[in-house]
């Protein structure tokens, strides 16, 4: 972080209620070259056509271009290029791919305000924070069910999240720290740009362009007034037993001592969302019982084993360790499982054709990313399914290369033990990570 950057850091770590009101002039030509050389090389070009390698051919005059639109308010933001990706449960996700002037200004933008807000989110807020990632919240998850009293869990699931951001009320929640009339100008702009799809461009009051730069910190702005604030002054004052609380982007789980509170909560929930232009989904949101004494009181009543439920592509289950000791055990999404397999059986079709060896340093590549995220304790299982499958994948097209190919699985088990990692534990217990970067 630039010596700028953290001045204002300190600025809103000791004033929490100070409201910055000059700000625009740290959009900088260097903050600028910084954000250009933040962004991924290989992104999809907006509506502008422009790549990462385009723009750095010409990198240091087009810069000092954008950054002399930027001062004397001629910059424009364009609308976002509509493309859709498929998710695991077989529908497609819209994103807004931004034009790569617009990536830049946002990245550098986000950097600015990041500054500030870090100082304000709060602890249970994990997604698309630096520092922060998918496997603190996961940790902070275990480690919040098993070391507290927690019989209940809320899997609260908003529907379509970035589509429904009220703009307005958006831009008023920033205006609590942000007095700067050009940054609110610059995000206006974003939020109006509008989308491109099929030659229309469409523009509404609603939504913060999912897929966009800025889009992850807009979203963690608006969730930190509607929800944060709001969740961590009931568990204060209205609930009456012990309450958990973490939240990673738009997915939030809640943790409760008694049923009673999980269901004020969740009636609550719903009319403050409601008032800020957000609905929880009906059939997405489940109350179940769960934590260590789940099974034993279901067993009392005559009914089956504790429910799960699903969080950043694991299912969650009460379980027991080899002494018997209540254990959490997370287990890799079926469905994130399969799309991941069917996308590499799509690849695998490009790549034919390619000399084994390099079909086999991809292929490591692939399970090499895929056990760094689901390598996780208790997941040992689904690692190795997740191997097997795609050595299979891997099988079936060598041997559709040629009628005479003789792929026995022997060959292929010899090929798979050459190229592909074998499956393995790569992440520590939640409990003892947790304690390293919590250790308060």
């Not at 959009?27 to 509506?47: H, M, N, Q, Y």
């Not at 249970?124 to 275990?142: C, N, Q, T």
């Not at 997941?379 to 050595?391: D, E, G, K, P, Y």
Request: with cysteine; hydrophobic share 40%; net charge positive.
């Amino acid at each position: 972080m630039s010596q700028a950057l953290e001045r204002i850091r300190q600025a809103a770590r000791q004033r929490k209620k100070e409201r910055f009101t000059t700000l625009f002039h740290h959009l900088s030509r260097e903050l600028l070259e910084t954000a250009f050389f933040d962004l991924k090389k290989s992104a999809s070009a907006g509506v502008d056509g422009l790549t990462w390698q385009t723009y750095a051919a010409d990198l240091e005059r087009k810069l000092a271009d954008l950054h002399a639109r930027g001062q004397r308010g001629a910059y424009r933001a364009q609308p976002g290029r509509r493309v859709y990706i498929p998710k695991p449960d077989g529908r497609q996700r819209p994103l807004a791919v931004a034009a790569l002037e617009d990536k830049i200004v946002q990245r550098a933008t986000a950097a600015v305000l990041s500054a500030i807000y870090e100082e304000d989110f709060l602890g249970f807020s994990y997604g698309f924070r630096p520092g922060r990632g998918a496997h603190g919240a996961l940790d902070a998850l275990v480690v919040g069910v098993t070391s507290t009293k927690v019989n209940f869990v809320l899997d609260a699931d908003i529907r379509d999240f970035f589509g429904s951001v009220s703009q307005d009320w958006l831009v008023r929640f920033l205006e609590h720290r942000i007095g700067d009339p050009r940054i609110l100008r610059l995000i206006r702009k974003w939020l109006k740009a509008g989308i491109l799809e099929d030659g229309v461009v469409t523009t509404s009051d609603q939504g913060t362009g999912q897929g966009s730069v800025i889009s992850p910190l807009l979203a963690n702005v608006y969730l930190h007034y509607v929800f944060d604030l709001w969740a961590h002054r009931w568990r204060r004052r209205e609930a009456t037993g012990n309450v958990i609380i973490v939240r990673y982007a738009d997915d939030m789980i809640v943790g409760f001592e008694h049923e009673a509170d999980a269901r004020r909560f969740l009636e609550a929930m719903r009319e403050r969302f409601e008032a800020f232009a957000l609905s929880l989904h009906p059939d997405k949101t489940p109350l179940i019982e769960f934590g260590r004494h789940a099974a034993a009181n279901r067993k009392r009543r005559g009914l089956s084993k504790p429910e799960t439920f699903s969080f950043l592509g694991f299912i969650f289950i009460c379980g027991r360790s080899r002494p018997g000791k209540f254990l959490v055990k997370r287990k890799t999404w079926r469905d994130r499982m399969r799309a991941k397999l069917q996308a590499i059986k799509q690849e695998l079709r490009q790549r034919m054709y390619q000399p084994i060896p390099d079909q086999g340093k991809w292929l490591g590549q692939v399970v090499k990313g895929y056990f760094n995220y689901h390598a996780v304790p208790t997941n040992s299982q689904a690692l190795v399914t997740f191997r097997f499958f795609l050595t299979e994948l891997w099988s079936r097209t060598l041997r559709r290369r040629s009628q005479k190919d003789a792929m026995t699985w022997e060959r292929i088990t010899r090929l798979a033990n050459d190229w592909l990692p074998k499956p393995r534990i790569l992440h520590p217990w939640p409990h003892q990570r947790f304690a390293v970067n919590y250790p308060r």
